[in-house]
């Protein structure tokens, strides 16, 4: 439950973050929450909501749209574990004893890339997504990668949404999956099961794949994951 705060004389956003949720650096993720605009100012007598920490873990920052850049040129996707933690933070350092991890990485790291059209989820396709959780590094590509899927005409390729940041508590994982650093995709998995050959359109594979994206249908044997597309290669 998000708890009410009023702003008193001489507080900031960083001040409140720092003393009510034990953290500076929630300063934006606290704007987020109370819906403020980058920079907007508060004021005394101002009532904001201090977010629950599980609320905080919910509330992850939704990209503005951005329009294409033209000659845009992106992050390059990183080869290999080393390159992987160099180039989006060292998820290691986050993790807890008991395999859970600290909110902060999240925090500080995921953004919701906000996509053209929405999504139906592969688990409950009552409902659906509109936006992707990934690593804010490559947030803006995630959102150039659909703008071209629906310039190419290949929007009804996808069918269903099967997930992007997770990070799913492991003692002793030392190798993380791709998706807990936000780098990571999954579409139509109901029909691209790991280890099996699966039905990606190959157009939406090659789009994938123009952006520097590799995809999981690639991997050999039970490896072999058609839902999948990440970020980075050699891992
Ligand atoms: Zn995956």
Not at 199 to 226: C, H, S, T
Request: aromatic share 10%; glycine share 10%.
């Amino acid at each position: 439950m998000a708890k009410t705060y009023i702003i008193q004389k001489g507080d900031t956003l960083a001040r409140i973050a720092r003393a009510r949720l034990g953290d500076a650096t929630l300063a934006e993720t606290l704007a987020d929450y109370n819906g403020l605009p980058d920079g907007q100012q508060i004021f005394v007598g101002q009532q904001i909501l201090l977010p629950s920490n599980k609320d905080r873990h919910a509330a992850v920052k939704t990209r503005a749209k951005t329009q294409p850049r033209a000659g845009a040129v992106w992050l390059t996707a990183p080869h290999g574990f080393q390159a992987v933690r160099d180039t989006f933070g060292d998820i290691l350092r986050y993790i807890r004893d008991d395999g859970s991890i600290d909110p902060k990485w999240e925090a500080e790291r995921m953004l919701k890339a906000a996509l053209p059209f929405s999504i139906p989820l592969a688990w409950d396709t009552s409902k659906s997504v509109s936006s992707i959780r990934c690593h804010k590094l490559i947030a803006p590509l995630i959102e150039e990668v659909f703008r071209q899927i629906v310039a190419q005409g290949l929007q009804s390729t996808i069918k269903t949404y099967g997930g992007g940041y997770v990070f799913r508590p492991k003692r002793g994982a030392v190798k993380p999956s791709t998706h807990s650093w936000g780098i990571a995709i999954d579409l139509n998995p109901n029909t691209n099961a790991m280890g099996t050959t699966g039905d990606m359109d190959p157009r939406l594979v090659a789009l994938f794949e123009g952006f520097g994206f590799v995809w999981g249908g690639r991997w050999a044997g039970r490896n072999k994951d058609p839902m999948h597309f990440q970020y980075c290669s050699g891992y």
